[in-house]
């Protein structure tokens, strides 16, 4: 199964397999860009557009897998943890997840695409279950796989981006020192006009927030000094083919703009809960591979800082360009969440 990302900026493939010891290889990755304004705020505008850079970057990634996990953007999906008594069957659960989606989904049950999954026993109500439950306007859900099936795919699983991420991200902090059990990690995806933070401890998501700032800010900051147009400034930065005074007139102030922007970020995590330091922070999307960013957030923030790549330790296939692969692997994380839900059915 493929896992693709339709970000504002790209789409994005990841395809996974194991090996005969049963680790992770990576097959497959590509990206392929989008337009500006072909989606906004995870809305579909332009969908033969899309459509079309998706049946481009099947192509280039050569695979033959028609299968896919897409996801929806968190702000279009309603999601909600219940409890409910443990021992039910599937059925009794579909009939009391219904009646509790009722209170908390402001539209007709009839307009709405509903899932839940049991997470396990509840920690506050022993003898129960914590279940969650994520709904989604239809519509959403139909223009997703609408999108899969014009590209000549099958969307077999529709997820929630941040989740894909989050189950990417989980790979590596079991990495870190005791198997980053307790450790508290912000994990940061800088996209092109939001980066998304999540605080996460022991698969537990403390504290989620999406703030307006991205890549795109650097691409405006390039085409102001330069006059260049957006396309050429976009292109330009993608291939580091730009004058000898960028770093010191324009990356620098940005680098140095965007880890304020974390640490802004962090310290409205403290004062909005008991909170008063992570232990790590990850840096995800397009933009962490920015010279010097890491080091710049950790300056700035006094929390050691790392670039995701959410390939580590993974078997590499032979189709993969590595070099172009490392540069890129930030942007993969959420397409290699999704597909690894094809090792969680």
Request: with cysteine; proline share 4%; hydrophobic share 40%.
């Amino acid at each position: 199964m493929l896992g693709i990302d339709i970000s504002s900026s790209s789409v994005k493939l990841v395809e996974l397999g194991r090996d005969k010891a049963g680790s992770l290889v990576l097959e497959r990755c590509a990206i392929e860009p989008l337009e500006r304004g072909w989606i906004t705020d995870g809305n579909i505008e332009k969908f033969d557009e899309v459509a079309e850079a998706l049946r481009r970057v099947v192509k280039k990634s050569g695979t033959r897998t028609k299968n896919v996990a897409l996801a929806l953007p968190p702000s279009a999906v309603i999601t909600k943890k219940i409890t409910l008594p443990a021992g039910m069957s599937d059925q009794e659960l579909e009939v009391q997840v219904e009646s509790e989606a009722n209170q908390y989904i402001p539209f007709s049950l009839d307009e709405v695409s509903l899932d839940f999954c049991v997470i396990g026993p509840s920690k506050s109500s022993p003898g129960d279950v914590d279940v969650l439950i994520a709904a989604s306007r239809r519509e959403k859900v139909q223009d997703r796989q609408g999108l899969a099936e014009a590209a000549g795919l099958n969307a077999s699983i529709v997820d929630i981006e941040s989740h894909a991420s989050r189950l990417a991200a989980s790979r590596l902090i079991e990495m870190l020192p005791s198997k980053g059990a307790d450790t508290m990690v912000a994990l940061f995806e800088v996209g092109a006009l939001t980066t998304s933070m999540q605080v996460i401890r022991n698969d537990e998501v403390l504290y989620d927030r999406d703030q307006a700032f991205g890549g795109a800010q650097l691409t405006q900051l390039i085409v102001r000094h330069y006059g260049f147009s957006v396309e050429e400034a976009e292109s330009k930065k993608r291939n580091g083919d730009l004058p000898d005074d960028y770093a010191s007139s324009v990356l620098r102030p940005f680098v140095d703009s965007l880890s304020q922007e974390i640490g802004r970020a962090l310290q409205f995590f403290f004062t909005s809960t008991p909170h008063n330091r992570v232990d790590h922070i990850m840096l995800a999307g397009g933009s962490a591979p920015l010279p010097g960013l890491t080091e710049a957030v950790t300056q700035h923030t006094g929390f050691a800082c790392t670039m995701v790549n959410p390939f580590e330790g993974m078997e590499i296939g032979s189709s993969v360009r590595m070099k172009k692969m490392a540069r890129e692997a930030p942007s993969y994380l959420t397409s290699c969440g999704l597909a690894m839900r094809r090792f969680l059915q």
